[in-house]
């Protein structure tokens, strides 16, 4: 039985208005099988998926499921086979109870109302996450609302379970506990479909993988016979570096300063900042770890003068800056890369030309409050070069280049500045491999030439990778910082986790 | 079936094709129009569009018409490029109006020649006031610029009327709800002799000059478009919000009450309860169809003066109502809103999608 075939997809194509998504994919999963799905961002993974899920309709190819050809009109065609997903972003509601979603979710599919409290329970248990059924969505950790969607799928008859990038949100810890609850579904007879680019979490949990790259399928491999660079070689194609080498630095002086940061939150969905401190050395690239939500985007916002706050806790080489505008800032040396590439690092329908300007003012494109074109033009020329920004020229809508050379477009925009101090949200979030490497190289250079960088990023193994100091932040509290060597991954997941007892002098020992 | 699907990227072609779309559309409609109230299509639309601007006089009167519309529309446009929704032109024409008035009615006997600039300026800080009002309520009371724009037309109007009956009433009018007649050194000089256009072209002219400069040459006119496209990148980037929606607002009032002077001051002579026939409010429609871009907003400025001559001629010659006006503007507004869907979308004529995968 062990062998059969859960799920066939055979020749899947799938168009949109400019490109391929998907190219003849096809994709097989066994009985109790636990299968990675794995492509850089842009693969045609989510596109796969929401075809597997019945959301969208491929035009061309095969769905065989447990033996027979089927057609999926919607999503409740696939739960009704017995296929559950996970997405990426969760589809809660924030002021209901979790047993008001999942019966909300699942329609007449959640059979007898009075029975679903001890059926949430019973199961919750079952599979050890244990959820209650009348606490609201909004007072549960991400982990946990995870769970919530989990749950959801399995009060179905379950036979397939489809997780989109599960760990993302998650801390270390809660990523073993999670592997713990797939083992055991599997052990079960419910085949896993996990989705991720995180590679030694694949090698670790799962049997087979298929990898995308382009929309086609580029390989198909036992995770547990290769290594991470092997399958990474797969994802990206030959052509591509994909390792670095990554020094430690001690920095100089203190440039950045945050002295007794707190801050009061406007409405229920922001994070109070409480007693932040900590500083960033120039030469030297400091990480905050966390899991979204817990103040990043408020710390952010309140580095960059977007939401000013407070006096006298924001120091830059000494001199207060709470008062002073995002602009001003900038004139001191700031340089900033926000999480949004698209809306908010760069303006979407105007071209790289213009996005140039939009933060390169002070680098010498303006006579008397006019716009000297052929400056901008020469500047945003030197920036598509030097950083290796695919796009035809520099009359580009910014919205028309790739994750990845938006990426790199705005870093190096930034970094042409000639910063005093970097401060880059989730810099490599969604970009390709190659961009990567290139991207890590450009802030070590920066490093090397005294900038202070500061990374936030959700990315463990990009933190511990860049970062010369590491630190976390849960709930808005910042955890001590230690140098990145002397910081246990385990000892960084508690921190993540809000518990910054555990002495940081023993560790740093 | 007909569906529409979005494009990967915006079409130049129809950001451009659109407005043309449009016009072609408005004519075929109205020829329908005229044909349902029992006129000879082509030849109304003849007396509509082509008699009004057959000579010289009707070519001076066109471009009459257009100078207060065209100075409105330029600041709109400003507006519009800062996604500030402003629909207030026509109350801070209105204002630019009453101001002007106030200080002609001091010049009434005096040839001084700071009569007809201060005059003017006058009209330009009466619709600098009147915006100035809506961008305090905009940044210090968050309130929506939108309705408070109309909201603070009426209020104009009634501001006007009240002029008109009572402090700037003409003693030895008659108790008629007008102001004295201005005096010539008040008036704006006539540029051509025998007709009515005046100095107010050379206003507009300048404004098509200066705008188009700023919006496309200056830094702070970059910074404007940035915000009215993308806020949380000009809030990035650290661009000044209050500033911005200050001068944009600052300069549309500015350049809709000196219209407002210019009619004051220009053909009418005098104030009168029916400064503007909604001047303000069809300059809304001019920027759009102009793309918001200067150039744009004066060929479509000079349709619009075109569509209010033509209104007149079809009273007077088709004995037609002159709600016939609203309605081209009205059918040109509509049109142009649905051609644009066509600029992020394309048509498909979609067969089942299915059909293929059964194959």
Same mark, same amino acid.
């Given at each position: ?16 208005? $400019? ?24 693969? $045609? ?23 027979? @050809? ?54 919750? @248990? ?128 203190d440039f950045l300063q945050v002295r007794q940061l707190s801050t009061t939150a406007a409405d229920t969905f922001e994070i109070a900042l ?9 030469? @030297?690239?400091? $990480? ?8 990043? @985007? ?212 | 079936? !007909? ?5 990967? #990227? ?43 601007? #057959? ?42 109006? !009453? ?35 809506? #961008? ?29 009956? =009572? ?49 496309s040459r200056s830094f702070i006119g970059f910074q404007i478009q940035v915000m009215g496209q993308d806020q949380a990148a000009a809030k ?16 549309? =009032? ?14 009418? =002579? ?14 809304? !429609? ?43 503007? =009205? ?15 394309? !048509? ?9 995968? #059964?194959?």
């Open positions: 039985m062990d062998n059969t075939k859960r799920l066939e997809m055979i020749g899947i194509t799938k168009t949109y208005p $400019g490109t391929v998504a998907n190219d003849q994919v096809a994709l097989s999963i066994r009985h109790s099988e636990i299968h990675a799905l794995l492509g850089e961002n842009g693969a $045609g993974k989510s596109t796969l998926m929401k075809i597997l899920y019945g959301v969208t309709k491929p035009d061309t190819g095969t769905i065989i499921w447990n033996g027979k @050809e089927i057609r999926l009109a919607n999503p409740a065609d696939a739960r009704a086979l017995g296929i559950g997903m996970v997405f990426q972003h969760f589809s809660l509601f924030e002021t209901l109870t979790v047993r008001e979603n999942i019966e909300l979710a699942l329609g007449n599919q959640a059979g007898n109302s009075a029975t679903l409290a001890t059926r949430i329970r019973e199961t919750s @248990e079952k599979y050890g996450m244990p959820l209650d059924p009348d606490r609201r969505i909004a007072s549960l950790s991400t982990g946990e609302k995870q769970r919530v969607e989990i749950v959801r799928c399995l009060l179905l008859d379950i036979q397939l379970l489809i997780l989109d990038e599960p760990t993302s949100v998650l801390t270390p810890q809660e990523v073993e506990r999670l592997f713990e609850t797939l083992r055991l579904l599997s052990k079960e007879g419910c085949s896993i479909l996990f989705i991720s680019h995180k590679l030694h979490e694949v090698t670790a949990l799962c049997e087979s993988a298929t990898i995308l790259r382009h929309g086609k399928v580029s390989g198909n491999c036992e995770p547990k016979q290769e290594t991470p660079a092997s399958i990474a070689r797969m994802m990206v194609g030959e052509d591509t570096p994909i390792t670095h080498n990554a020094k430690r630095a001690i920095g100089g002086a409480k007693n932040v401190n900590f500083s960033v050395k120039q030469g @030297e690239i400091v $990480g905050i770890a966390g899991v979204a939500g817990n103040g990043q @985007e408020e710390l952010l916002k309140a580095l960059s003068g977007e939401q000013p706050y407070g006096s006298e806790s924001i120091w830059f080489a000494g001199t207060a800056v709470d008062a002073l505008s995002p602009m001003q800032r900038r004139r001191l040396g700031m340089a900033f890369v926000p999480e949004d590439r698209l809306g908010r690092g760069a303006v979407p329908e105007m071209s790289l030309a213009e996005n140039t300007l939009l933060t390169s003012f002070d680098s010498g494109l303006l006579k008397k409050g006019f716009i000297h074109f052929p400056s901008v033009t020469k500047l945003a020329k030197r920036i598509i070069q030097t950083y290796k920004v695919k796009t035809p020229n520099e009359l580009a809508a910014a919205s028309s280049l790739s994750g990845g050379n938006l990426q790199k477009f705005i870093i190096g925009r930034e970094v042409e500045q000639a910063p005093k101090l970097l401060i880059m949200a989730h810099p490599t979030w969604g970009v390709d491999i190659g961009a990567q490497v290139a991207i890590h190289n450009t802030i070590f250079a920066l490093r090397e030439q005294g900038c202070a960088v500061l990374v936030i990023s959700e990315d463990l193994d990009e933190l511990y990778n860049i970062c010369d100091r590491l630190g976390a932040i849960c709930d808005g509290q910042v955890s001590p910082f230690v140098a990145t060597d002397d910081l246990p991954l385990a000892q960084l997941g508690q921190w993540m986790a809000g518990d910054f007892a555990a002495d940081a002098q023993e560790v740093a020992a | 079936m !007909i569906r529409l699907e979005p494009r990967p #990227a915006i079409s130049g072609f129809w950001t451009y094709a659109s407005p043309v779309t449009a016009v072609l559309l408005t004519l075929i409609t109205g020829a329908f129009l005229f044909a349902a109230l029992g006129q000879a299509p082509l030849e109304a639309l003849h007396i509509y569009f082509i008699s009004p601007i #057959a000579d010289w006089y009707g070519i001076t009167e066109l471009f009459v018409k257009a100078v207060p519309i065209l100075l409105c529309a330029y600041g709109l446009a400003l507006c519009y490029r800062a996604a500030v929704w402003n629909i207030g032109a026509e109350g801070q024409l209105l204002m630019g109006g !009453i101001f002007a008035s106030v200080i002609a009615v001091q010049f009434v006997d005096s040839d001084a020649w700071l009569a007809m600039p201060i005059t003017m300026l006058a009209g330009v800080a009466g619709g600098m006031v009147w915006a100035g009002i809506v #961008a305090f309520l905009k940044l210090k009371m968050n309130t929506n610029e939108t309705l408070s724009t109309i909201m603070m037309n009426y209020i104009a109007l009634n501001l006007l009327l009240y002029s008109v009956h =009572g402090p700037l009433k003409d003693p030895h009018g008659f108790n008629f709800p007008e102001s004295a007649l201005f005096g010539d050194s008040t008036l704006l000089p006539i540029l051509f002799e025998g007709t009515r256009l005046h100095l107010g072209l050379a206003f507009s002219l300048l404004a098509l000059a200066a705008t188009w400069v700023f919006i990035m980037a650290g661009f000044n919000k209050t500033k911005l929606v200050l001068t944009v607002l600052l300069i549309c =009032g500015g350049l809709a009450g000196l219209a407002g002077a210019g009619e004051v001051a220009g053909p009418i =002579g005098q104030l009168v309860p029916h400064i503007s026939p909604g001047y303000g409010y069809s300059a809304i !429609i001019v920027a759009f169809l102009g793309r918001l871009h200067p150039v744009g907003i004066t060929l479509a400025g000079l349709l619009m003066a075109l569509i209010y001559m033509g209104g007149e001629m079809s009273q007077i010659f088709l004995g037609l109502p002159n709600a016939i006006t609203g309605v081209f503007q =009205g059918l040109i507004l509509f049109f142009l809103l649905s051609s644009d869907v066509l600029i992020r979308y394309r !048509i498909r004529w979609a067969s089942n999608p299915m059909k293929a995968g #059964a194959a």
